[in-house]
C-alpha cells in the first residue's frame, strides 16, 4: 500500500502564504467592485427609473392623445437637431457600446442625455420603439463617467460599462438577472467575461430596487398552466424555434436594410426623419389600429388571450424598421418581443399548445435570435414567465440561437467561436454578410 509524501514545513508555510496572498487579493476585488456596484446601482438606476416614467409617461400620453400620431414629424426634427447640435451627425447607439469594451473606443458623456431624450421623444408620438436597447447605451454611458470618475483603469472600465448597463437594464425592465448576465454575454458571443460577475449582479439588483421604490411597473407575463413536457411537446418546441429562427433573421435583415435604404435614398438627416414619419403615420392610419405603435406590451397582452391576426408580428417588424431606419430613436429588444410573441401566438394555433405558452416560446426564441444570447434568454423566460414552461423555452431558445446564425441587432457583436463547431472564428454580422 502506498503512502502519501509527507509534507514539509516550509510546503506548507509557502502554501499557506501563497494562499493569504491570493484571499487578500480576491477580499480587495470584492470590497472595490461591491463599492462600485452599490454606487453605479443607486446612481444609474435612479436615472433609469426616471428613464422609465418618463418613457411610460409619453406612453400614456400618446394613448390619451390620438392626436399624438401627427407629432411624429415634429419629434423626429428635434431628435435630429439635437444630435447634431451635440456633434452626432452618425451615432452608432448600441454598436459604440459594444465596441468601447471589445476595443477600447471612448463613450462620450453627451450620449445619455441624448438618448433619453430622443427616446422619450420617439414614444411621445406613439413611434415603434422600445426601451431596453436605448438603457444599454444610458447605462453604458454612464458606467464609462464613473469609470473616470473613481480613476479606474482601462481593463476596469470595460467592467464599470458592463455593470451600468446592466443597472439601467434593470432599471427599465425590471429582470435583474438577465440584465447582470445579458452585459456579460452580448458583447463577444460565446465568451463570458466572468470578472464582471459580481459588479453586474450587485448594481442590477440595487438597480431594480431603485426603480422598484421610484414606482417604475414592471411587465411579468405569467404562464402557470403548462402541458407536460412529453415527447410531442418537446418537437412542437423545437419546431417553434426553427420558425422563429426564421423571423429573427428577417427582422434583423429589415432593420438593417431600412437604415442602409433610407440613407441611399435621402442623404439629409431631416428629410430620412421627415419620411420615416409620414409613412409610419399613413400606414397607422391605413391599419386603423394602434397595437403597432409604442414598444408593444399591450400587444403581448393580446397575444397571451390568443386575440391577434396572423399579420400582427410582420406588421410589427415593418412599423419598428421604417421607423428605426429613418433616424428615430428607441429600442428593437421590446418590438422583438412583440414580434416573437404575434408570431409565437399564431404558431401556437398550429402547434397545438396553448396561446399564452406559445407566445412565451415565441418572445424568448426571438430573443435569442437577434441578442444571440442564449444563456440570458434563459434567465430572462424564467424572471418574466415563470419556471413552470422552462422546458419549452430552453429547447426553443436552443434551436433558435442555433439556427439563426450569424445574424444579429449589433453589427459590432463578435462571435469568437463558431455557433455550430468548435472553432475559433472572429467574426462579426457584417463579415458574414460579405461571405
Same mark, same amino acid.
Given at each position: 500500500?502506498?503512502?502519501?509524501p509527507?509534507?514539509?514545513?516550509?510546503?506548507?508555510?509557502?502554501f499557506?502564504?501563497?494562499?493569504?496572498?491570493?484571499?487578500?487579493?480576491?477580499?480587495?476585488? @470584492?470590497?472595490?467592485?461591491?463599492l462600485?456596484?452599490l454606487?453605479? $446601482?443607486?446612481?444609474v438606476?435612479a436615472?433609469?427609473?426616471?428613464?422609465?416614467?418618463?418613457v411610460?409617461?409619453?406612453?400614456?400620453?400618446?394613448?390619451?392623445?390620438?392626436?399624438?400620431l401627427?407629432?411624429l414629424?415634429v419629434t423626429?426634427?428635434? /431628435?435630429?437637431?439635437?444630435?447634431?447640435?451635440?456633434?452626432?451627425?452618425?451615432?452608432?447607439?448600441?454598436?459604440?457600446? /459594444?465596441?468601447?469594451?471589445?476595443? &477600447?473606443?471612448?463613450?462620450?458623456?453627451?450620449?445619455?442625455?441624448?438618448?433619453?431624450?430622443s427616446?422619450v421623444?420617439? #414614444?411621445? &408620438?406613439?413611434?415603434?420603439a422600445g426601451?431596453?436597447g436605448?438603457?444599454l447605451?444610458?447605462?453604458?454611458?454612464l458606467?464609462?463617467?464613473?469609470?473616470?470618475l473613481?480613476?479606474?483603469?482601462?481593463?476596469?472600465?470595460?467592467?464599470a460599462?458592463m455593470?451600468?448597463?446592466?443597472?439601467?437594464?434593470?432599471?427599465?425592465?425590471?429582470?435583474?438577472?438577465?440584465?447582470?448576465i @445579458?452585459c456579460?454575454?452580448?458583447?463577444?458571443i460565446?465568451?463570458?467575461? #466572468?470578472?464582471a460577475?459580481?459588479?453586474?449582479?450587485?448594481?442590477?439588483?440595487?438597480?431594480?430596487?431603485?426603480?422598484?421604490?421610484?414606482?417604475?411597473?414592471?411587465?411579468?407575463?405569467p %404562464?402557470?398552466? !403548462?402541458a407536460?413536457?412529453?415527447i410531442?411537446?418537446?418537437? *412542437?418546441? !423545437?419546431v417553434?424555434g426553427?420558425?422563429?429562427?426564421?423571423?429573427?433573421?428577417?427582422?434583423?435583415?429589415?432593420?438593417?436594410?431600412?437604415?442602409?435604404?433610407y440613407?441611399k435614398?435621402?442623404?439629409?438627416?431631416? %428629410?430620412?426623419?421627415l %419620411?420615416?414619419?409620414?409613412?409610419?403615420?399613413?400606414?397607422?392610419? /391605413?391599419?386603423?389600429t394602434?397595437?403597432?405603435?409604442? &414598444?408593444g @406590451?399591450?400587444?403581448?397582452?393580446?397575444?397571451?388571450?390568443?386575440?391577434?391576426?396572423?399579420?400582427?408580428?410582420?406588421?410589427k417588424?415593418?412599423?419598428t424598421?421604417?421607423?428605426?431606419?429613418?433616424?428615430?430613436?428607441?429600442g428593437?429588444? %421590446?418590438?422583438?418581443?412583440?414580434?416573437?410573441?404575434?408570431?409565437?401566438?399564431i404558431?401556437?394555433?398550429?402547434?397545438?399548445?396553448?396561446?399564452?405558452?406559445?407566445?412565451?416560446c415565441?418572445?424568448?426564441?426571438?430573443?435569442? $435570435?437577434? *441578442?444571440?444570447?442564449?444563456?440570458?434568454?434563459?434567465?430572462?423566460s424564467?424572471?418574466?414567465?415563470? *419556471?413552470?414552461g422552462?422546458?419549452?423555452y430552453?429547447?426553443?431558445?436552443a !434551436?433558435?440561437?442555433?439556427l439563426?446564425?450569424y445574424?444579429?441587432?449589433?453589427?459590432?457583436?463578435?462571435?469568437?467561436?463558431?455557433?455550430?463547431?468548435?472553432?475559433?472564428?472572429?467574426s462579426n454580422?457584417?463579415e458574414?454578410?460579405?461571405?
Amino acid at each position: 500500500m502506498k503512502t502519501l509524501p509527507e509534507v514539509s514545513a516550509n510546503d506548507r508555510e509557502s502554501f499557506a502564504s501563497s494562499f493569504a496572498k491570493s484571499y487578500i487579493s480576491n477580499i480587495k476585488y @470584492f470590497i472595490k467592485w461591491t463599492l462600485i456596484a452599490l454606487f453605479t $446601482g443607486i446612481g444609474v438606476g435612479a436615472v433609469g427609473s426616471a428613464f422609465a416614467l418618463s418613457v411610460s409617461a409619453a406612453g400614456v400620453f400618446w394613448h390619451t392623445c390620438k392626436w399624438a400620431l401627427f407629432l411624429l414629424p415634429v419629434t423626429g426634427l428635434i /431628435i435630429v437637431l439635437i444630435y447634431r447640435l451635440a456633434g452626432a451627425y452618425n451615432p452608432r447607439g448600441t454598436n459604440l457600446v /459594444i465596441s468601447s469594451i471589445s476595443s &477600447g473606443e471612448e463613450i462620450d458623456i453627451k450620449m445619455a442625455p441624448l438618448i433619453f431624450i430622443s427616446t422619450v421623444l420617439t #414614444h411621445i &408620438g406613439g413611434g415603434s420603439a422600445g426601451r431596453e436597447g436605448a438603457a444599454l447605451q444610458l447605462g453604458g454611458s454612464l458606467g464609462n463617467f464613473i469609470s473616470k470618475l473613481v480613476k479606474l483603469d482601462s481593463k476596469d472600465r470595460n467592467v464599470a460599462v458592463m455593470c451600468g448597463m446592466s443597472a439601467c437594464f434593470a432599471a427599465v425592465f425590471g429582470t435583474p438577472l438577465t440584465a447582470a448576465i @445579458f452585459c456579460m454575454e452580448f458583447i463577444s458571443i460565446g465568451i463570458m467575461y #466572468h470578472a464582471a460577475l459580481i459588479p453586474c449582479i450587485f448594481a442590477a439588483y440595487t438597480a431594480a430596487a431603485i426603480s422598484h421604490h421610484a414606482g417604475v411597473i414592471h411587465e411579468v407575463f405569467p %404562464v402557470n398552466t !403548462v402541458a407536460p413536457f412529453d415527447i410531442r411537446n418537446a418537437f *412542437t418546441a !423545437v419546431v417553434m424555434g426553427m420558425l422563429c429562427a426564421v423571423v429573427s433573421v428577417v427582422f434583423c435583415t429589415m432593420l438593417h436594410k431600412s437604415e442602409e435604404m433610407y440613407k441611399k435614398y435621402f442623404k439629409n438627416a431631416y %428629410v430620412r426623419v421627415l %419620411v420615416a414619419a409620414f409613412i409610419f403615420i399613413i400606414l397607422t392610419l /391605413i391599419v386603423k389600429t394602434d397595437d403597432y405603435r409604442g &414598444g408593444g @406590451f399591450l400587444l403581448v397582452e393580446k397575444c397571451m388571450e390568443g386575440g391577434v391576426g396572423v399579420e400582427a408580428f410582420l406588421f410589427k417588424m415593418i412599423f419598428t424598421a421604417l421607423l428605426l431606419g429613418g433616424g428615430f430613436k428607441g429600442g428593437e429588444i %421590446v418590438p422583438t418581443f412583440t414580434v416573437g410573441a404575434a408570431f409565437g401566438c399564431i404558431c401556437s394555433m398550429f402547434l397545438g399548445i396553448s396561446p399564452n405558452l406559445g407566445t412565451a416560446c415565441g418572445m424568448a426564441a426571438c430573443f435569442a $435570435g437577434v *441578442t444571440n444570447c442564449p444563456i440570458s434568454s434563459i434567465f430572462m423566460s424564467i424572471e418574466l414567465f415563470g *419556471t413552470e414552461g422552462l422546458a419549452y423555452y430552453a429547447v426553443a431558445i436552443a !434551436v433558435c440561437f442555433t439556427l439563426s446564425g450569424y445574424y444579429g441587432l449589433y453589427s459590432a457583436q463578435r462571435f469568437p467561436y463558431s455557433k455550430t463547431k468548435a472553432i475559433y472564428i472572429n467574426s462579426n454580422y457584417e463579415e458574414f454578410e460579405k461571405k
